[in-house]
């Protein structure tokens, strides 16, 4: 089964920086050949949409929330999507999960996406 794993998170301050990381350690599927998508979830809130790149990173999407903050890359030779998130707010408080799905596309539901890490709790302090 395949298992993304993200990495990164933190306790910061307003106006700090993260970089998140999402990997397949185990290439049970080729990480080229899949779209990465990253979504949050706050407490008591639904799961959201943050940012997206296709699998050869030339396509890349934002929530309105973040555009101009946060900037998503890839690494296909090292297996690795990035999420660089600059100017954290304390409403981008959640666990983010990275997410992965075959096809060509941009998606920002995450019904549309197969493959989900367990996630990494961001915390941003006011």
């Known amino acids: 089964q395949v298992q993304l794993v993200e990495a990164g998170g933190g306790l910061v301050q307003t106006g700090d920086s993260l970089r998140l990381s999402c990997t397949d350690p185990?290439?049970?599927?080729?990480?080229?050949?899949?779209?990465i998508g990253w979504f949050r979830q706050a407490p008591g809130k639904e799961r959201e949409f943050v940012a997206y790149v296709s699998w050869g990173g030339g396509s890349k999407r934002y929530a309105d929330s973040v555009k101009g903050r946060f900037t998503i890359s890839r690494d296909n030779n090292k297996k690795v999507v990035y999420l660089q998130m600059n100017s954290l707010r304390p409403e981008d408080t959640a666990v983010y999960y990275c997410?992965?799905?075959w096809g060509s596309g941009f998606h920002s539901d995450s019904k549309d996406y197969s493959y989900w890490g367990q996630g990494t709790q961001v915390t941003v302090s006011s």
């Open positions: 997410a992965g799905y």
């Open positions: 185990d290439s049970h599927v080729t990480f080229v050949n899949y779209a």
